[in-house]
């Protein structure tokens, strides 16, 4: 298993930018496909983004254009750069990682999960 920790949250207004961390430990964090995922008050989890070990990208329909995922494997890290932020943006923010081939958006094919970073956008 790999440890996840995520940082950077906070509160921004609208338009504004974030950049959240995800530290990783315990295993060869290049191997993984890390996700981003989400979840506002009363909504279920959603995927944000995901980058394989082969540096495939995805994004969900939502976040295109205005946010971007990154990972440094020499650092353990995964990144998620938040551009143009707007107020249904706001949620915990959750890095994921998974070694499975299975469907890169779904909840279910993350094994490991950090402890999640709020971030508030106010319009």
């Known amino acids: 298993q790999v440890q996840l920790v995520e940082s950077g949250g906070g509160l921004v207004q609208a338009g504004g930018s974030l950049r959240l961390s995800c530290a990783a430990s315990?295993?060869?964090?290049?191997?993984?496909?890390m996700g981003w995922f989400r979840q506002a008050p009363g909504e279920e989890r959603e995927f944000v983004a995901s980058?394989?070990?082969?540096?495939?990208?995805y994004y969900a329909d939502s976040v295109k254009g205005r946010f971007t995922i990154s990972r440094d494997n020499a650092k353990n890290t995964l990144y998620l750069q938040m551009n143009s932020l707007k107020p249904e943006d706001t949620a915990v923010y959750y890095c994921?990682?998974?070694?499975?081939?299975?469907?890169?958006?779904?909840?279910?094919?993350?094994?490991?999960w950090g402890q999640g970073t709020q971030v508030t956008v106010s319009s």
């Open positions: 980058t394989t070990s082969t540096g495939s990208i």
């Open positions: 994921a990682a998974t070694l499975s081939g299975g469907d890169r958006v779904s909840v279910a094919s993350y094994g490991s």
């Open positions: 315990g295993r060869t964090f290049s191997w993984y496909t």
